[in-house]
């Protein structure tokens, strides 16, 4: 455990709900928390690359909890490797289940990127209840490669599900040159190609969207650049144009690339974040 003016900041590994263990990285602020941000990182990621974002939020008043997704980042697992979505979402699950014994009655809102934003997005579907909102970043609902090739994917997954397919261009996730030189000089990301098996579980994760965005209550903030070449903003604004949520937000930043938390620009998308969060915790809280 570290402390920095006002924020505490811990790292520890926590078993998974099937004995995996499973890393997480925590900011608090030293005084009381008004709410809980868990943060799920998608490919290319771990929860590393949200330093400076949890620290932010800390000292705005909110415990943050970010994980390494199984088989990412410092978490056991085969490397990025899984056959269905729920091994994923089941971390999460964890994550949110420590951060709510850590911080018994506050409104916890979970933060998903990209794929991982998929995941959180299940999850949700799935657990509308425990939670009090969604924030998805650059949400991989919709991605740069044809139909045909994504179900050529899927086929394949049940043939040789440990292939190497997916390999994300490392370039397109910034326009900060140190952002990008250190994903490419970090060992647990700069190789990083998705199997077969992962890939159809994400395509498989994105119909079952299709069909239940309706479904989504909660409060949902969607952000989403407009020069992203990883995931297509068209996947965000189909998000918020079907979500059932009588609170939804869909905020579209010109000229900004995939990782919005750490591209160029990033504290006026930190700013909108902390103030949607500030606005619903307020209302919760009634503080």
């Given at each position: 455990?570290?402390?920095?003016?006002?924020?505490?900041?811990?790292?520890?590994?926590?078993?998974?709900?099937?004995?995996?263990?499973?890393?997480?990285?925590?900011?608090?602020?030293?005084?009381?928390?008004?709410?809980?941000?868990?943060?799920?990182?998608?490919?290319?990621?771990?929860?590393?690359?949200?330093?400076?974002?949890?620290?932010?939020?800390?000292?705005?008043?909110?415990?943050?909890?970010?994980?390494?997704?199984?088989?990412?980042?410092?978490?056991?697992?085969?490397?990025?490797?899984?056959?269905?979505?729920?091994?994923?979402?089941?971390?999460?699950?964890?994550?949110?289940e420590l951060a709510k014994?850590?911080e018994p009655g506050l409104?916890?809102?979970?933060l998903g990127h990209s794929?991982?934003?998929?995941?959180?997005?299940?999850?949700?579907?799935?657990?509308?209840?425990?939670?009090?909102?969604?924030?998805?970043?650059?949400?991989?609902?919709?991605?740069?490669?044809?139909?045909?090739?994504?179900?050529?994917?899927?086929?394949?997954?049940?043939?040789?599900?440990?292939?190497?397919?997916?390999?994300?261009?490392?370039?397109?996730?910034?326009?900060?040159?140190?952002?990008?030189?250190?994903?490419?000089?970090?060992?647990?990301?700069?190789?990083?190609?998705?199997?077969?098996?992962?890939?159809?579980?994400?395509?498989?994760?994105?119909?079952?969207?299709?069909?239940?965005?309706?479904?989504?209550?909660?409060?949902?903030?969607?952000?989403?650049?407009?020069?992203?070449?990883?995931?297509?903003?068209?996947?965000?604004?189909?998000?918020?144009?079907?979500?059932?949520?009588?609170?939804?937000?869909?905020?579209?930043?010109?000229?900004?690339?995939?990782?919005?938390?750490?591209?160029?620009?990033?504290?006026?998308?930190?700013?909108?974040?902390?103030?949607?969060?500030?606005?619903?915790?307020?209302?919760?809280?009634?503080?």
């Amino acid at each position: 455990m570290t402390k920095t003016i006002g924020v505490t900041y811990l790292e520890e590994c926590q078993k998974g709900r099937d004995g995996m263990n499973i890393f997480v990285r925590s900011w608090r602020p030293e005084d009381s928390a008004r709410g809980v941000v868990a943060i799920v990182h998608g490919f290319n990621s771990h929860s590393g690359y949200y330093q400076s974002v949890g620290e932010e939020l800390a000292t705005s008043g909110f415990a943050v909890y970010a994980l390494d997704l199984r088989g990412r980042g410092k978490s056991d697992g085969e490397r990025y490797f899984i056959r269905d979505i729920h091994e994923y979402t089941n971390d999460v699950t964890a994550l949110v289940e420590l951060a709510k014994s850590r911080e018994p009655g506050l409104p916890v809102f979970v933060l998903g990127h990209s794929a991982g934003g998929v995941v959180s997005c299940i999850y949700t579907l799935e657990h509308q209840s425990e939670i009090a909102g969604l924030i998805c970043e650059s949400f991989a609902f919709q991605v740069y490669a044809p139909d045909f090739a994504l179900a050529v994917l899927k086929g394949l997954s049940h043939i040789a599900p440990h292939a190497h397919v997916l390999r994300l261009p490392i370039k397109d996730f910034s326009r900060d040159p140190s952002v990008v030189g250190a994903m490419n000089n970090d060992p647990m990301v700069a190789h990083e190609v998705q199997p077969t098996s992962t890939v159809a579980a994400m395509v498989r994760a994105d119909e079952r969207l299709k069909q239940e965005f309706s479904l989504m209550k909660l409060p949902v903030l969607i952000l989403h650049g407009s020069e992203d070449k990883v995931t297509k903003p068209q996947g965000s604004q189909f998000f918020f144009d079907n979500a059932g949520s009588a609170d939804k937000t869909l905020k579209l930043y010109e000229g900004h690339y995939h990782d919005l938390l750490n591209d160029i620009g990033k504290d006026l998308v930190l700013g909108d974040l902390r103030g949607w969060l500030l606005a619903r915790t307020a209302r919760t809280t009634h503080a």
